[in-house]
């Protein structure tokens, strides 16, 4: 107590400098303000699942992209010969326990006993002796590509027809409305057989039955954004500056409801990743040579109980591409959730 | 109440109208023939075949006297099974169906919610993250995929149940697994969301605070009032089911429904596609309705909303 006390007395007046004051400098942001987007980000990164996902997605689009070009077998190219070899991989053929060293679950090494040595299929061969690693990621190219173009086409449609039916309101908006109620009464799957039996089997055929009822989400949530936009004052205050529909639809609302548009594409994709593989699973989908990763794991199912290489590496990356687009979609939702907001 | 379920009743009544309407005119343009010895048939006979399944009228012909037996119960006949009548077909084939779906169903669903309660009460533990990882698994691997796993692992490798077909409970195990997986993800995810608010809440303080036993404050609070918005998720389930034993069915050989569904579009057997789409569609128009119906008991706001427009 008293050691405090001769302290302070230590402390001089002349020790002290008057604080300038300047009412101009109060209000001045030091740091650079973190918008909606940014913190967006930055709660996103700190998510390891979201992180994970991400990883993952771009992971498998590069070996989608160059996987089929890394080794100089084509996705076509037959040789009845080595037919169903089992996986095998350089240096990791020597580990036992992986399953990768060209041994069959009957235990005879299938290029010893077909002559081929010196040759690795990293994922095997199919029933006509393809090179299943430059099927798979040809066919992971292609699920990708369905998906993403049922995803874009989900999202024109879905946004437009939310966004009319909501921003006009009235009647606009009671017809639309009707119109979905009917197309919800049906079971999309059941909807989606019937279109693809109808056009030829193909790409575009399945991203074609895919968007028949696929943007019925997308609209609905965009049109629960909107009307709970449109009346907000600022909508008001840029209407009574005199800006047009458009523009209050391109510079407001569509801003506004985004991160939810996000939301839903990154939801929409795995759900067409899935529909593409189960209607190829079913028979309905791509003919050969041309192959997704629902039509190689339909495939392999006819052998499944000799050689389970065929339905094991598609099932793993067509699981692991759901998985991640999940994982990615849920850090989404809570990064633009402003109710987590810490 | 009664108005509302009335207006509900007659916009379903209107959509089963148009979902018939459309599969018939799908139908209509579906390319190849159902006869599948066409390559065989005479000119004549060909001919003959036509009139008798009433091929050759016209198209509008067609589609009133499709309508006007549908709506007396009747759906014609397979052109693949020698005249068999579909209803009879359908009849026979609903069973393992049915029963595979309930079974997953309430097995899904008992699991789901036992999953998210404890998860949520031992919200951030080991058998939080444990459960939020099964639920993201349960909700991303195709049911195929989870078919086929234990296809090869239980059915081939060690041999411990049935590889496929339908001969008793054993049968059913693999087949209930695999659609019932999308069942205890979805619920068990949403019951911890659900579960975490409403732990939340002020009167589950005032319930601890007045002396309530954490056991009574669990049960009569907090999962009472959880599990009422589960109602919301249970139709998008059912269609999920409905998919899921298409393929399931498929993968098991199980003579089902869905089974005979995408072996009928294999055949181009066209009534029993319009047979089948027009069963599945009535079923799921009805699980939507029930779904509304109870959610507007419980919330008397939906109701109200409802009645309105």
């Given at each position: 107590m008293s050691m405090k006390q001769e302290k302070l007395h230590d402390i001089s007046d002349d020790m002290f400098q008057p604080a300038k004051i300047d009412s101009s400098e109060n209000e001045l942001i030091a740091r650079e303000s973190t918008g909606f987007w940014k913190d967006a980000w930055r709660r996103l990164t700190k998510n390891p699942g979201a992180i994970t996902g991400l990883i993952i997605i771009v992971a498998i689009i590069i070996l989608a992209i160059f996987g089929p070009g890394m080794n100089e077998h084509s996705y076509s190219e037959q040789e009845l010969t080595r037919a169903k070899l089992p996986a095998r991989v350089p240096v990791l053929e020597n580990i036992d326990f992986l399953g990768v060293n060209g041994v069959d679950i009957r235990g005879t090494n299938q290029y010893e006993a077909k002559g081929y040595e010196d040759?690795?299929?990293?994922?095997?061969?199919?029933?006509?002796?393809?090179?299943?690693?430059?099927r798979v990621w040809q066919g992971t190219r292609i699920s990708l590509f369905i998906a993403a173009a049922a995803a874009f086409i989900d999202f024109a449609i879905g946004v437009a027809y939310g966004g009319i039916s909501a921003y006009y309101g009235g009647r606009v908006d009671n017809i639309l409305q009707r119109i979905i109620e009917v197309?919800?009464?049906?079971?999309?799957?059941?909807?989606?057989?019937?279109?693809?039996?109808?056009?030829?089997?193909?790409?575009?055929?399945?991203?074609?039955?895919?968007?028949?009822?696929?943007?019925?989400?997308?609209?609905?949530?965009v049109r629960g954004q909107?009307?709970?936009?449109k009346t907000q004052e600022f909508v008001l205050a840029s209407r009574t500056l005199g800006a047009t529909s458009g523009r209050v639809i391109g510079k407001h609302l569509i801003p506004n409801v985004l991160g939810q548009i996000i939301i839903?594409?990154?939801?929409?994709?795995?759900?067409?990743?899935?529909?593409?593989?189960?209607?190829?699973?079913?028979?309905?989908?791509?003919?050969?040579?041309?192959?997704?990763?629902?039509?190689?794991?339909?495939?392999?199912?006819?052998s499944l109980q000799i050689y389970p290489h065929l339905v094991l590496w598609p099932s793993i990356i067509i699981s692991l591409i759901m998985i991640a687009f999940n994982l990615l979609g849920d850090g989404l939702r809570d990064a633009f959730d402003p109710k987590l907001r810490k | 109440m009664g108005r509302y379920i009335g207006g509900r009743i007659i916009s379903m009544l209107i959509t089963f109208l148009i979902i018939a309407s459309l599969t018939f005119f799908l139908m209509k343009l579906l390319p190849g023939t159902p006869f599948n010895n066409?390559?065989?048939l005479t000119e004549t006979?060909?001919?003959?075949?036509?009139?008798?399944?009433?091929?050759?009228?016209p198209v509008p012909v067609q589609y009133f006297n499709y309508m006007k037996n549908l709506l007396s119960g009747d759906l014609g006949v397979s052109f693949q099974q020698d005249g068999r009548e579909v209803s009879t077909i359908i009849g026979e084939r609903i069973g393992p169906s049915a029963?595979?779906?309930?079974?997953?169903?309430?097995?899904?669903?008992?699991?789901?919610?036992?999953?998210?309660?404890?998860?949520?009460?031992?919200?951030?533990?080991?058998?939080?993250?444990?459960?939020?990882?099964?639920?993201v698994l349960g909700i991303s691997i195709p049911n195929f995929v989870i078919a086929g796993l234990m296809q090869y692992w239980l059915g081939v490798k060690w041999q411990l149940l049935p590889v496929a077909y339908w001969d008793g409970f054993a049968y059913t195990i693999m087949p209930t697994i695999a659609i019932a997986s999308i069942v205890v993800a979805t619920i068990a995810r949403f019951m911890r969301t659900e579960m975490l608010e409403v732990l939340g809440q002020d009167y589950i303080t005032t319930a601890k605070a007045k002396g309530l036993s954490s056991t009574a404050v669990v049960i009569r609070h907090t999962i009472r009032n959880a599990s009422i918005p589960i109602?919301?998720?249970?139709?998008?389930?059912?269609?999920?089911?409905?998919?899921g034993t298409l393929v399931i069915e498929q993968i098991f050989v199980i003579p089902g429904l869905g089974e005979k569904f995408v072996n009928s579009i294999l055949t181009n057997d066209f009534p029993i596609i319009m047979g089948t789409t027009l069963f599945f569609s009535l079923l799921f128009i009805i699980v939507i309705l029930i779904v509304d119906i109870m959610y507007g008991i419980i919330d008397p706001r939906i109701r109200l909303a409802g009645g309105k427009s």
């Open positions: 040759e690795y299929f990293w994922f095997g061969t199919d029933e006509f002796g393809r090179d299943q690693w430059t197309l919800i009464g049906i079971p999309n799957l059941i909807l989606i057989i019937l279109f693809i039996l109808i056009f030829e089997p193909g790409i575009f055929s399945i991203i074609l039955a895919l968007s028949v009822t696929g943007w019925i989400g997308m609209s609905r949530i909107v009307l709970k936009l839903t594409t990154m939801f929409t994709i795995p759900n067409a990743i899935f529909f593409e593989a189960f209607l190829s699973f079913i028979g309905l989908g791509l003919r050969p040579p041309e192959a997704s990763l629902g039509s190689i794991i339909n495939n392999g199912f006819k | 066409q390559d065989k006979q060909i001919v003959q075949l036509n009139d008798k399944y009433g091929l050759n009228d029963y595979l779906g309930l079974q997953s169903l309430v097995v899904g669903t008992i699991i789901g919610l036992f999953l998210g309660i404890i998860a949520a009460l031992k919200h951030n533990s080991f058998l939080d993250y444990g459960t939020m990882v099964i639920a109602i919301t998720i249970m139709g998008p389930l059912v269609v999920g089911l409905m998919t």
